[in-house]
């Protein structure tokens, strides 16, 4: 497995899906964060931690730039979620930290919008429909 740096957009996209879809993001030190760019900060910094623990180096992070032009839809979000917890889950404590939580949030918040706007049901089981 290799292990990247993601880029400024990608953090972006996913900063704003937060603020936008209304979803609480909390970082790896137990912070509710509301702004665009202190969620963008703590991805990056997850980012760079999963990267320097690959690699075993040592890079500081940069202040994150949050980019507001970019357009972007409901499958930009996930690929998005899908690119960076593929580069950030090197970290020992990925599986349990909550910025991974976070991203599974604003996934499930998505994927449920996707699938009520598509008409579809949701049932709590599917026994309910068997009747």
Aim: hydrophobic content about 25%; proline content about 2%; aromatic content about 14%.
């Amino acid at each position: 497995m290799s292990c990247y740096i993601c880029d400024n957009e990608t953090i972006s996209v996913l900063a704003r899906a937060f603020h936008d879809y209304e979803e609480d993001f909390r970082d790896n030190d137990g912070f509710y964060l509301n702004s665009v760019a202190d969620i963008g900060h703590a991805l990056l910094k997850q980012n760079y931690e999963s990267f320097n623990f690959r690699y075993n180096e040592n890079n500081e992070v940069p202040k994150f730039k949050p980019n507001y032009e970019i357009k972007y839809d409901e499958g930009d979000v996930i690929g998005c979620i899908r690119c960076y917890s593929y580069q950030s889950c090197e970290t020992n404590d990925w599986d349990d930290c909550n910025i991974e939580r976070s991203l599974n949030r604003l996934k499930n918040t998505i994927t449920e919008r996707l699938i009520k706007r598509c008409g579809m049901r949701m049932p709590w089981g599917y026994g309910n429909y068997l009747d």
